[in-house]
């Protein structure tokens, strides 16, 4: 097993309005490196479909130390560090053009049973592989607390285009929600250092969904993310703000 590496160009369109790399940019080519290496190594979506099978993200972890810029190309590494009975932890490392560690992030996937929906065990249940036990991030991730009280409440509907092939929505669109709903001075002064997600339930096509969010201090913001038919969570979302 080595690490798998793919290069990018960053095209306008996937920056900010400060021409950095946006979040949801950021979470979309994780899943496409980590889909292309999980293909590479024979568990992909070829044989999760063959099989009943689909990968579910169930946590992130991430550092930020910087965005990179438009039309910077950068190079993101990826590798499977740790092989758990139940999840598979992988690991991912961004590099600037000259060469720079900028994002370090660690994730957790399960793999589940399409029909019953219910995790089944790796080793079981797909081809032998081996996990290179490297973490870059620590891999225990933290039980994210309940909100103790609510600062504010943001309301989104669920677009079709926030649905992937899975009929559910994509792992990238929730933390762009709790990053979204913020007060617009955080937004505009503040940048992400550290972004932890817990993903918990789907989000279904059609359904509106409540942010509420407990701002900790100045530099830490905690989401709720539920649905407003019938408030189940979704995803807790743990922000750290730095000034830009």
């Not at 950068?74 to 720079?100: H, N, Q, S, V, Y």
Request: with cysteine.
């Amino acid at each position: 097993m080595e690490k798998y590496v793919k290069e990018y160009s960053l095209r306008s369109y996937e920056c900010d309005r400060n021409k950095r790399l946006r979040l949801v940019t950021l979470m979309n080519i994780f899943q496409d490196i980590a889909d292309e290496h999980a293909t590479h190594m024979g568990l992909g979506i070829a044989y999760c479909l063959e099989h009943g099978f689909a990968w579910v993200g169930s946590n992130y972890h991430i550092f930020i130390e910087q965005k990179p810029k438009i039309h910077e190309k950068i190079k993101l590494m990826t590798w499977p560090a740790e092989a758990k009975r139940l999840a598979a932890i992988r690991d991912f490392e961004l590099f600037g053009e000259d060469g720079k560690s900028l994002i370090k992030a660690a994730s957790q996937w399960v793999l589940i049973n399409i029909e019953s929906k219910r995790p089944v065990p790796l080793l079981e249940n797909l081809p032998q592989y081996e996990a290179l036990n490297e973490n870059i991030v620590a891999p225990e991730f933290a039980k994210l607390p309940d909100l103790e009280y609510i600062d504010l409440e943001t309301r989104f509907k669920i677009r079709f285009d926030d649905i992937d092939f899975n009929k559910h929505v994509n792992n990238s669109i929730y933390p762009l929600w709790a990053s979204e709903s913020v007060p617009e001075e955080w937004s505009l002064k503040k940048t992400i250092s550290e972004i932890e997600i817990s993903f918990k339930k789907e989000g279904l096509f059609g359904e509106n969904v409540k942010v509420q969010t407990q701002l900790m201090h100045d530099e830490i913001s905690l989401h709720s993310i539920r649905s407003t038919i019938d408030d189940r969570e979704l995803a807790k979302v743990r922000i750290r703000w730095t000034e830009a």
